[in-house]
């Protein structure tokens, strides 16, 4: 049974900083390019960061760039997503995402339960 299982939301003010994590089990976490989303209410849910599995190589939103880092310590199955100087736009559930690409025409998805996290004077 693959389980992700992310922890670190909360609230927080503006300028402030929380450091999200999500734990996998279930599969070869190495061998999964892992991803967090977002969803705020209302909007549409938005990747935010990604981590390759081959080289660790990383791309984020416009939105979080330059304030956001994701990590992965694949010895321990976790991703971190580290945000800093976050502000109110920031304020959403946020989602762990694993994906591997097995053929053309199949590819494995799995997603956590979310962690909320509000940026609130």
């Known amino acids: 049974q693959v389980q992700l299982v992310e922890s670190g939301g909360g609230s927080v003010q503006p300028g402030g900083s929380l450091r999200l994590s999500c734990v996998a089990s279930?599969?070869?976490?190495?061998?999964?390019?892992m991803k967090w989303y977002r969803q705020a209410p209302g909007k549409e849910r938005e990747l935010v960061a990604s981590i390759t599995n081959t080289d660790g190589s990383t791309h984020y939103s416009d939105s979080v760039k330059g304030r956001f880092t994701i990590s992965r310590d694949n010895a321990k199955n976790t991703l971190y997503l580290q945000m800093n100087s976050l502000n109110s736009e920031d304020t959403a559930m946020y989602y762990c995402?694993?994906?591997?690409?097995?053929?053309?025409?199949?590819?494995?998805?799995?997603w956590g339960q979310g962690t909320q996290v509000t940026v609130s004077s």
């Open positions: 279930g599969i070869t976490f190495s061998s999964y390019v």
């Open positions: 995402n694993a994906r591997r690409v097995v053929t053309r025409a199949s590819t494995l998805d799995y």
